[in-house]
């Protein structure tokens, strides 16, 4: 088993046993049926005073064999066909997140916990310096208050809760 796999499986267990509160992450399964340990689904509830009012979202993590050297990719899940409406999330899905850049703030001590926890944070709290996604972040600076993309967001957060939105 490589040092990516063990240490995968070793996160996994300690996920499973503290299981944070409003999160979920487990392995995908191949089309065999068997797990593959280096592709997870996971989720993160966010908080009902939020801008997402409570929704999950929802996300494809995919770990190379050179984790924990290297940062997992993180997609985020298409909301009802299209990109999460938010500054620092790429049209293809991709997080903008310093944390996630081997160049930037990765560490290999990171673990899947912390990068749910960072995404939930900037979801939360957009990072306007560091732009993605030049519709959001346009209507996102547009106004102090962030009214237009609060509206997007709780549109989007919406068809989440609908159980609509995610399809793959």
């Not at 944070?20 to 191949?30: E, L, N, V």
């Not at 797990?35 to 929704?55: N, S, T």
């Not at 049209?91 to 990171?110: F, M, Y």
């Not at 939930?120 to 990072?127: A, E, R």
Request: proline share 7%; charged share 30%.
């Amino acid at each position: 088993m490589s040092l990516a796999a063990k240490r995968l499986q070793m996160e996994r267990v300690q996920f499973k046993k503290r299981h944070p509160f409003g999160f979920f992450a487990r392995y995908t399964t191949k089309t065999d049926g068997t797990q593959d340990m280096m592709k997870w689904r996971c989720g993160v509830k966010m908080d009902e005073d939020g801008p997402w009012h409570g929704a999950t979202v929802e996300m494809h993590m995919e770990f190379s064999e050179d984790y924990p050297g290297r940062p997992p990719k993180v997609i985020l899940c298409q909301i009802g066909g299209a990109t999460c409406f938010h500054p620092n999330i790429y049209p293809s899905g991709a997080v903008c997140l310093s944390i996630l850049n081997e160049d930037k703030d990765w560490r290999p001590t990171l673990t899947v916990t912390t990068i749910l926890n960072g995404i939930k944070d900037l979801l939360n709290n957009p990072n306007p310096n560091s732009p993605a996604q030049e519709d959001a972040y346009k209507v996102y600076i547009e106004d102090d208050k962030h009214e237009k993309w609060h509206k997007k967001v709780k549109e989007q957060s919406e068809l989440i809760k609908s159980g609509k939105a995610y399809t793959d």
